[in-house]
């Protein structure tokens, strides 16, 4: 856990500098993808979309189509631009949520359209339906499956490839898995989903953080028996090359429009659910994922921000041009978030206390991402934190047992 200096009991100060003024949310926009700055480890990995050699022959004279997004790239060239130059029969895209290009707001509904770069059809997987149907199926012989993970139960790309992985199990045709390292891959931690919670932010019996790659994870869906009637996917997994679930991995573009770098990465699993409260996360800033805050904590908290409208990345956010008071998470070090094991439970804790009219701090979509009624009721009833953790406990610890099964890294 990682270290923050106390203002008074449960509330938190953080040095008010900070990396951009607040009011620069204003104006400033970002673009749709963005490099991260890279390290020795990273530049050592190679993912499963770099090893064309592996895949490329499984296609031949084949009719493909691909479930990507922005992240799907080869040394910054998009993974449909490579295929296309060799020739690879592409038939259709399909685009899980932001869409094809990354671009839409989160939870915003895209449709079907042509790719005007590419003159491909575009089928979304975020809108009308999760899954591609039958008759989308029909003229294609062999899926390919690659987008960037960060290894949260909620973060819903992973739930997207399982509903391909039943699409393409049902009309019997294979899929292929170019797997990419899980930035939060050594963090494991969180209430397992109670099935009764299951939804569009969680769908498997697995903790908020499970530290699996997508590889990984389509393999326990199909060796759990997890699609339903129990069929399996035909599934190839092309693995990543000088990994292992230890190495720290800096994404070379923005998993999403609201991740734009490894510290809003490495936060999200604790702050992502903050959605289910009335605190906002930073949406409307340029730094979501990396603060906290309400206009009704002020007086208990220093530093401020205000969400504004950002063309890219949110649209409309939630307080939008209210001051908010609350968490700057920016100065803590990066490589402390990084090794962090467990999620940031205190804090949670620590704002439900601070907060002044506690019969509104949840809102009922908290506890589809807690995956359960429980935390929330156990937060009301004033349990500890140690009270909390130790509830998990014998679930995270069947979960490991099964992780383990099908590991591909160490």
Known sequence: MYTIKKLKPFLFIFPIATLFACNACKASKLPATEALETNKETKSILTGADQTEKYIPLLKGKRVGLVLNQTAEINNIPLVDTLKSLNVNIKAIFGPEHGFRGTADAGEKVGNYIDKKTGFPVISLYGAKHAPSKEDLKNIDIMIFDIQDVGVRFYTYTI??????????????????????????????GPILDPKFKSGVGMHKIPISHGLTSGEFAQMINGEGWLTNGVKC??????????????????????????????????????????????????????????????????????????????????????????????????????????????????????????????????????????????????????????IRASWKQGLDDYKATRKKYLIYN
Not at 164 to 181: E, G, Y
Not at 244 to 252: A, G, K, S, T
Not at 359 to 368: A, D, G, I, V
Request: proline letters at 8%; hydrophobic letters at 35%.
């Open 234 to 387: 035909d599934l190839t997994v092309i693995k990543n090359a000088n990994y292992q679930h230890n190495m720290e991995y800096v994404l070379p573009v923005k998993p999403s429009p609201n991740l734009p770098n490894n510290r809003s990465i490495y936060l999200y699993p604790s702050l992502c659910m903050f959605e289910g409260t009335l605190i906002s996360q930073g949406r409307g800033t340029l730094f979501p994922f990396q603060v906290l805050g309400n206009p009704l904590l002020k007086g208990k908290y220093d530093f401020s921000f205000t969400p504004k409208s950002i063309d890219g990345m949110s649209k409309n956010p939630p307080l939008e041009n209210q001051v908010c008071y609350g968490i700057d998470f920016r100065n803590i070090d990066e490589q402390n978030l990084r090794s962090n094991k467990e999620l940031d439970l205190k804090t949670l804790l620590n704002l439900y206390e601070a907060y002044p009219k506690k019969e509104e701090f949840f809102t009922p979509f908290f506890n589809k991402l807690a995956g359960n009624d429980i935390l929330m009721q156990q937060i009301k009833d004033g349990k500890t934190e140690a009270q």
């Open 160 to 189: 997207t490839m399982a509903w391909v992985m039943q699409a393409c199990a049902d009309s019997n045709v294979p899929l292929i898995i170019l797997d990419r390292p899980n930035p939060n891959g050594g963090l494991i931690d």
